[in-house]
């Protein structure tokens, strides 16, 4: 199957029937790319050898050729992704080469990249709010009470405890975390927001630079953007492949209203 990421990323994933591995059940392996794909020749039906890089995250190692079968089939990568939107490989300026995955460049208009970039903005690294992981995502998203990055501080909290599973003190935990989480530094904001190439230092060399929110909120208007990407330059840690991201992310109408409301609702300190 293919999974889409928060930047766009289309990985294809690996279905394999569940195996203990380092003392935990693994039922889903990576497989990075579709050049990784071709290169092992990985196909359906297959029998892997199976490894946890770094103790963490499974991935295939090698097929197992002895046991494959006659009429084994190739995966046929897709051409679109699970939103329907086109996906490309982008030239990278760094390497000067594409790059070896594909991606959705539709952003919040994807759907799968928007929950996945809902799951990034409240994570530990980002907002931290505690009870609002990625399985609660996908539950207030399949429920219509989280689509957009606003929504988690507008929810409707008498809704959530009529849920199944949500009682009276939970309920009250997450909108305790969800209150507290309001209160964040500009370098986790900057994090927060899930631009592509803009890690956690990448996030607080730019929060160095621009000091408030004020001032980092007039990358949102068109008028002073290139002269202030034009003076991130200089900065150290910050090179042609953050700077050209973030002229790609706040050149979309679509990010600026997301961001914008967030603001709203937020004291960036």
């Known amino acids: 199957i293919i999974q889409v990421g928060r930047t766009g990323a289309i990985t294809p994933v690996a279905k394999i029937e569940p195996v203990t591995v380092g003392g935990v059940v693994v039922s889903n392996a990576t497989l990075h790319n579709e050049d990784e794909i071709e290169r092992k020749d990985v196909r359906i039906g297959d029998t892997i050898i199976l490894q946890r890089a770094g103790d963490v995250i499974p ?4 097929v197992n050729l002895s046991k494959r079968k006659q009429q084994s089939k190739k995966f046929i990568f897709p051409n679109k992704c699970l ?4 996906i490309q490989k982008e030239f990278n300026i760094s390497t000067n080469k594409e790059d070896a995955v594909r991606r959705c460049n539709k952003g919040y208009d994807c759907s799968f990249i928007a929950k996945e970039r809902l799951k990034h903005i409240v994570s530990k690294e980002a907002f931290n709010i505690d009870g609002l992981g990625k399985k609660v995502i996908d539950q207030f998203w399949k429920l219509k009470l989280i689509k957009n990055p606003s929504d988690i501080f507008n929810l409707d909290f008498n809704k959530i405890k009529n849920i199944d599973g949500w009682g009276e003190l939970s309920v009250k935990n ?5 209150n507290t989480s309001k209160n964040i530094s500009l370098n986790r904001f900057i994090y927060s927001i899930g631009i592509r190439h803009i890690g956690q230092e990448n996030a607080k060399i730019l929060a160095s630079f621009f000091k408030n929110i004020e001032q980092f909120s ?4 068109s008028a ?5 990407l034009e003076n991130l330059r200089d900065l150290d840690g910050i090179g042609e492949t953050q700077i050209l991201s973030l002229k790609n992310f706040f050149n979309k109408n679509r990010n600026i209203e997301i961001i914008k409301n967030l603001i709203k609702n937020l004291n960036i300190e």
């Open 218 to 221: 007039n990358l949102l208007n």
């Open 174 to 178: 997450l909108k305790l975390a969800i």
């Open 224 to 228: 002073y953007r290139d002269e202030i």
């Open 83 to 86: 939103c329907g939107g086109k």
């Open 59 to 62: 991935q295939v190692v090698s």
